[in-house]
């Protein structure tokens, strides 16, 4: 059963499993007050895109932190389930393959490829299933296999004073978004771009009826 909005706090965390009429709601517990600026959690399924180091999980970090959005390291979740069942004799714990991505992108660009390519669901669906924010997507082939899922594509740009990643490890561009984050300033600045892009996030999705889209 999907959650509903709580009509103390605002918040996508109202449940009502026996039906009974009474609300009880994880965002603010019962208290009528969210904890967020902007509850914007189980509203909307986003996809963060970029390159390496430029911002993504910074992003996906705020809009957990101050707007309520269900977030997961989707690297961690990678290195889980697709990378680490490969590489069992080189490192000694999934945590220790987690760590040392940022040395072999382009392995675990194709590490994860070939885990979408076997029977069941792919990554993003798994993800996607107890989270609204999946980030780091890199493939095209997953990208145009799992564009549905999404409603907003977003795009973190750091390309002013960070190198792009090689082509042999990333295939998606800005123009597969639908919204780009500027994170080429100060680290400061990064809050007003996401309070922005959560602003068009309530216009565009809540106001239009997303969570009434995907139940």
């Not at 992108?105 to 609204?132: C, K, S, T, V």
Request: proline residues 4%.
């Amino acid at each position: 059963m999907a959650n509903s909005k709580c009509r103390n706090c605002g918040g996508h965390g109202c449940t009502d499993w026996a039906f009974l009429g009474l609300d009880e709601c994880c965002v603010c517990d019962g208290s009528g007050v969210s904890p967020f600026e902007l509850d914007l959690g189980r509203s909307a399924r986003l996809l963060i895109i970029g390159h390496g180091r430029h911002g993504k999980d910074s992003v996906g970090g705020l809009l957990s932190e101050k707007y309520g959005m269900r977030t997961v390291s989707s690297s961690e979740f990678a290195a889980q389930k697709a990378v680490f069942p490969l590489l069992r004799d080189v490192y000694p714990d999934w945590r220790a393959c987690f760590s040392d991505r940022a040395n072999h992108r382009e392995l675990w660009f194709h590490a994860i490829a070939a885990y979408n390519h076997r029977p069941g669901p792919m990554l993003a669906e798994q993800i996607l299933e107890y989270h609204d924010i999946y980030t780091g997507m890199r493939r095209r082939d997953e990208f145009e296999r799992s564009r549905h899922l999404f409603d907003l594509v977003i795009w973190v740009d750091a390309a002013d004073r960070l190198q792009p990643e090689p082509p042999g490890s990333m295939e998606l561009t800005a123009a597969d978004a639908d919204w780009i984050v500027d994170n080429n300033g100060p680290e400061a600045a990064l809050s007003g771009g996401v309070a922005r892009l959560a602003s068009e996030i309530e216009i565009r999705l809540v106001l239009a009826g997303a969570f009434d889209r995907h139940g």
